[in-house]
């Protein structure tokens, strides 16, 4: 009180307004600042919540559609064990059926975890091959050729070199 | 600024004490006096103490009008129009207007008007600084904090002053112990007398003071007449009335002058509630006290001390801080509430919505689940056939002077490598020319399962038959291309 009593009129005016200044800017980033921050953070929340509640209402209307598509597709959808196992065995099985000769299989890493590889090599002519890919489209697996390479096994010769590299599609 | 307070106004004269008791509507709820001849100034404490007490008063406003009896007064020129001039004559002159020096007097004046050029009349009014003193003491030491004192007489010239818009009117406030005689003209006083004899007196021996009033009264008409070279035609009667209306009817008769007799009360209202004072205040006047509480924010003179006034103004000025304080509080409460509403009102929300979420969550989730797989199965549809087939369209582009000697097809979208160098086709062989190179390029170009067809020159050789062993020219060439990700 005894600094304010010895200001002049003018620094006592600047004195005042610098302190209601101050005071503003103080209660505004501390009381007013706080609480505007929540609110914000409660309309993003609000946002959020309103966007999840409607995608799952919208959701659940197709429940239906997703019910009967997922009695079509059911048997793919069905969780197999060992299915890297068994990968190689179908091939084989497959190649077998299809009359290709020489096959071998390698399983190899898939860098996803949505999918096993298995490269096979093999001999046998193009209706072996053609019969080969046919049968293995046409599997209860969800099995696709992602690669096939041929070349014939000698000069005009009708027995192809195969190269071929199958997934298997693994839905979890 | 925070609604007025009842107002206590307190009149101490030479042998009566009087307090008048108003509410904010100027309203009198109370009215006591007292003879003070046999008290001293402890006493008159008492008293106003015990009264307070009695009648449970704690905040009032305190009006202290000093009546006229305590005034010495003059109607004078001086020879100035500046105000500020005029205050430095007055204070010079003061000690030729008084038998008082200048320390022992307060000193102001009422200004009446500008008479012959560069002349001012002003109502001049002195006052003994003791009886200001005394006053004040004797209200602070009750207890009460005094808020302003003034003139009995100016508040009774604001009183009548709308009886006398232009002509003069004569005033006589008669009172127990004395009676001052006041003319006011356009709204200012120009003459004040007091007389010694009051109603008591009258009341006490008629045949010695009534005689003596009237010559007084006469005497006070013939000075006014004197002073300011005109008559009187009309008095106004007023304070004490009731026990002298015989004495007042006999002013005409003696001096041929019109006298209207005012109730003591004229003009005043009674508080609801309120004890009728008519019978307690017949023989003081009323209306002096009154109007000095009534009027006392209109008076031009303040005899207020300077303690008073500093102490007031300071009171002031916390009261102003203290209200904008106050102000600036209610506004930040009003924001915070209002924040606090919201945040209130939004975690409710929250709240809510959650609990609405976590009806449907569960489900949701399962119905999601099953969608993706779903999605992957019939995107893996949608492409497992792909090789069968560009092999199948391979085979349709090729005319039969074509043969392949290697064929590669990478359908590998989701190997982690660039897509667009890994979906793609490779075709070598041999044509006889290199026009069925570029027919089956073209073919495959237009073909759906194809983009981007590329032939890059082709290589001519000489091709041996084995079996006949003719020779034959022929071209080696390579086509390549991009598989067409989006099937039609």
């Known amino acids: 009180m005894k600094f304010i009593s010895k200001l002049s009129q003018r620094e006592r005016m600047y004195f005042y307004i610098t302190a209601v200044i101050i005071t503003l800017f103080l209660v505004d980033r501390f009381i007013f ?25 919208k959701i659940i209307s197709s429940k239906d559609n997703i019910n009967k598509e997922s009695e079509l597709y059911g048997k793919y959808l069905a969780k197999e064990e060992n299915p890297d196992r068994e990968l190689p065995k179908i091939i084989n099985t497959l190649a077998i059926q299809s009359e290709l000769i020489n096959s071998e299989l390698k399983p190899i890493p898939s860098k996803d975890g949505n999918r096993y590889l298995v490269e096979l090599n093999a001999e046998g002519k193009m209706k072996n091959i053609v019969s080969f890919m046919y049968n ?17 096994k000698a000069a005009k010769s009708e027995t192809l070199k195969i190269y ?8 979890q | 600024m925070f609604g007025s307070k009842d107002l206590l106004g307190i009149e101490i004269g030479g042998q009566y004490l009087k307090i008048i008791h108003l509410n904010n509507k100027q309203e009198i709820l109370n009215w006591v006096s007292t003879d003070i001849r046999t008290l001293n100034d402890d006493g008159i404490v008492d008293f106003i103490r015990n009264y307070l007490r009695e009648k449970n008063i704690k905040t009032v406003d305190v009006i202290n009008p000093v009546p006229a009896r305590y005034t010495i007064s003059k109607n ?6 500046n105000p500020a001039e005029i205050k430095q004559i007055i204070k010079l002159q003061a000690g030729h207007h008084s038998p008082y020096s200048p320390e022992e007097i307060v000193i102001d004046y009422i200004p009446i008007g500008v008479f012959r050029g560069g002349y001012t009349r002003i109502f001049l009014i002195i006052v003994n600084r003791d009886n200001v003193k005394r006053n004040f003491d004797i209200i602070e030491r009750s207890g009460l904090r005094l808020k302003k004192m003034v003139l009995s007489l100016e508040t009774m010239v604001l009183w009548y002053k709308d009886r006398s818009p232009s002509n003069s009117l004569g005033i006589l406030h008669l009172d127990a112990d004395n009676t001052d005689f006041l003319v006011i003209k356009e709204q200012k006083p120009i003459f004040l007398r007091n007389i010694p004899v009051g109603v008591e007196q009258l009341l006490y021996d008629r045949d010695k003071y009534v005689p003596q009033l009237l010559e007084e009264i006469n005497h006070s008409l013939e000075a006014y007449q004197t002073e300011q070279m005109e008559s009187l035609s009309k008095i106004v009667a007023c304070g004490a009335t009731s026990k002298a209306a015989e004495f007042l009817r006999q002013i005409p008769e003696k001096s041929n002058i019109t006298v209207d007799i005012e109730d003591n009360l004229e003009g005043l209202k009674l508080a609801p509630g309120a004890p009728d004072i008519k019978g307690a205040a017949s023989d003081l006047s009323v209306i002096g006290l009154a109007a000095g509480v009534v009027k006392y924010n209109k008076t031009h003179l303040d005899l207020t001390p300077e303690e008073v006034k500093l102490r007031e103004s300071v009171a002031e000025k916390s009261r102003d801080i203290i209200w904008l304080g106050t102000l600036m509080f209610f506004i930040l409460i009003l924001f915070l509430s209002i924040f606090a509403q919201k945040i209130w009102m939004k975690n409710r929300m929250v709240k809510v919505l959650e609990s609405e979420s976590q009806k449907y969550q569960k489900e949701a989730a399962g119905l999601k689940g099953t969608k993706r797989k779903i999605g992957l199965v019939k995107t893996h549809f949608l492409r497992r056939n792909f090789a069968l087939d560009a092999l199948t369209e391979i085979h349709k582009c090729m005319t039969p002077e074509i043969y392949l000697t290697r064929l590669l097809i990478d359908d590998q979208q989701n190997s982690g490598r660039d897509q667009q160098n890994t979906t793609r086709f490779v075709l070598h062989g041999t044509a006889n020319t290199t026009a069925d190179v570029h027919q089956m390029a073209d073919r495959l170009g237009k073909s759906d ?16 038959n084995r079996d006949t062993r003719i020779k034959r020219e022929v071209v080696d060439f390579e086509i390549s291309g991009k598989l067409e990700l989006e099937l039609k």
């Open chain 1, 33 to 57: 600042g706080m609480m505007l921050g929540q609110i914000n953070q409660l309309d993003e929340r609000i946002s959020t919540l309103k966007d999840e509640l409607a995608n799952d209402k």
């Open chain 1, 136 to 152: 293995l489209n046409m599997g209860h697996s969800l099995l696709k050729v992602e690669k096939i390479d041929l070349s014939p």
């Open chain 1, 164 to 171: 071929i590299l199958i997934s298997k599609a693994v839905v």
């Open chain 2, 76 to 81: 004078i020129e001086l020879p100035s129009t």
């Open chain 2, 449 to 464: 399962y194809f983009k981007d067809v590329k032939a890059p020159p082709t290589t001519p050789r000489t091709e041996i």
